[in-house]
């Protein structure tokens, strides 16, 4: 019996490498809510909402650089906790 009887006579799908925006949410996803809206791509400090200004960019790399210049400048968001983690960009 398989691990799985719902994949049974089913042809198995290669495994999908990880994309590079989920790599940026891995990367900084604790101190920033990232999100790709209308093909922009966005983040804010996980501060609450209205505290941060949404850095904005036309490609993933360039919203990588913009956080870590973010970061280099203001460090870790303060405040963080669990109810902190909505701050308006939604994903």
């Known amino acids: 019996m398989p691990a799985d ?3 049974v006579g089913k042809e198995r799908q290669p ?3 990880p994309s590079e925006l989920e790599f ?3 990367d900084w996803g604790e ?3 990232i999100a790709e809206i209308d093909g922009e791509f966005c983040a804010t400090r996980r501060e609450g909402h209205n505290r941060s200004k949404v850095l ?3 490609t ?3 919203l990588r650089q913009k956080i870590v210049a973010d970061y280099a400048t203001n ?3 303060k405040g963080l906790d669990a109810d902190n983690y909505s701050n308006g960009i939604t994903t």
Request: proline residues 14%; charged residues 10%.
């Open 15 to 17: 495994q999908q490498p």
């Open 60 to 62: 993933i790399a360039g």
């Open 56 to 58: 904005r960019a036309g």
């Open 5 to 7: 009887p719902g994949t």
């Open 24 to 26: 940026l949410r891995w």
């Open 75 to 77: 460090g870790a968001p």
């Open 31 to 33: 101190l920033y809510s």
